[in-house]
């Protein structure tokens, strides 16, 4: 089955840096990734998504990112703001498996 | 306005007691899902369902059970609660599209005692 890894586990940056979590995955058939922000006491909301034949998408302050080849693809915050801080997920979907397999989370804390 | 809900939000209870989760969706989607996220934040996909009558198993064994009798609601159950159970859980739900984005619920925090 897939397997998604995620890195870093925890990020602290200041408030106006970037930040950048990394997630690869293992199986080619995969073809749309999505990114997932879970604020505290709340469930995981989509923030931002790519699918397999764009190489790059951004909105606003978020970006993510997309190498097929190398099967790995990441999500850049810029300008970093306190109400970024929260838990994102990275998680990547094939049609034959039919669901989301998530990578382990990112803690990010943005210290104002 | 369209959304997912779950309750209780929290719950402590004694080992031995039975429990059950709601969950409900108001979007007509025809899929569903139960999450179970340890303290690690992890995601672990415990039961997933295609639509009415249908029910199966995630990756994480798990000694709840679900059922799927009307489309808008997901309940899960665990009929002897242990120490063990204790955990985050979280429901959600997504239409057939290709494509499918998940809308989670807010989540439910179980304490077994």
């Known amino acids: 089955g897939e397997n998604v890894e995620q890195h870093p586990s925890t990020l602290s940056v200041q408030e106006g840096d970037s930040a950048v979590i990394k997630c690869t995955y293992s199986?080619?058939?995969?073809?749309?990734f999505p990114w997932y922000k879970q604020e505290l006491g709340k469930g995981p909301q989509l923030i931002i998504d790519?699918?397999?034949?764009?190489g790059e998408k951004k909105d606003q302050r978020i970006a993510v990112t997309l190498n097929k080849t190398a099967k790995h693809f990441s999500l850049h915050i810029t300008e970093t703001q306190p109400e970024d801080s929260a838990v994102y997920f990275c998680?990547?979907?094939?049609?034959?498996?039919?669901?989301?397999?998530f990578g382990g989370g990112t803690r990010v804390l943005v210290k104002p | 306005e369209a959304d997912i809900y779950q309750t209780p939000r929290y719950l402590v209870i004694g080992t031995g007691k039975k429990i059950t989760l709601e969950c409900s969706q108001t979007?007509?989607?025809?899929?569903m899902y139960w999450y179970q996220q340890d303290p690690g934040m992890e995601l672990h996909l415990i039961h997933y369902?295609?639509?009415?009558?249908?029910?199966e198993k995630g990756d994480l064994s798990s000694e709840s059970t679900v059922s799927r009798i009307r489309t808008e609601h997901f309940p899960l159950t665990l009929e002897s609660a242990r120490p063990s159970h204790t955990s985050q859980y979280l429901c959600?739900?997504?239409?057939?599209?290709?494509?499918?984005?998940?809308?989670f619920g807010p989540g439910t925090r179980l304490t077994v005692l």
């Open positions: 369902s295609y639509g009415v009558n249908s029910t």
């Open positions: 199986d080619s058939a995969s073809n749309y």
């Open positions: 790519i699918r397999s034949n764009v």
């Open positions: 998680a990547a979907w094939k049609a034959a498996g039919n669901k989301l397999t």
């Open positions: 979007m007509g989607h025809d899929k």
């Open positions: 959600a739900s997504s239409d057939w599209a290709a494509y499918n984005e998940q809308f």
